[in-house]
């Protein structure tokens, strides 16, 4: 799904893309591939989102079906 197309889908359902929002989608979509959320919270700058924000982002988007968390085993 592109971020324009997230964007709008995020807009549809009432809800705001903030800018944290956004800069995480942008990490995300820049990589495409699954990222741990160490190297998320590398790449974001984290004047701007802290992480718990960071963490509260990743539920959200995941509780949208935008964005998917993938367990691994050690």
């Not at 971020?3 to 956004?22: D, V, W, Y």
């Not at 700058?45 to 995941?62: G, H, I, K, V």
Request: charged residues 30%; positive net charge; hydrophobic residues 40%.
């Amino acid at each position: 799904m592109s971020l324009e197309l997230i964007c709008a889908t995020l807009r549809e359902r009432g809800f705001r893309l903030t800018p944290q929002r956004k800069e995480l989608l942008v990490v995300v979509e820049r990589q495409q591939r699954p990222l741990a959320i160490d190297e998320i919270a590398m790449s974001l700058d984290l004047r701007e989102t802290d992480l718990p924000t960071l963490y509260r982002n990743l539920s959200f988007l995941e509780g949208q079906k935008i964005l998917k968390t993938i367990h691994f085993k050690d």
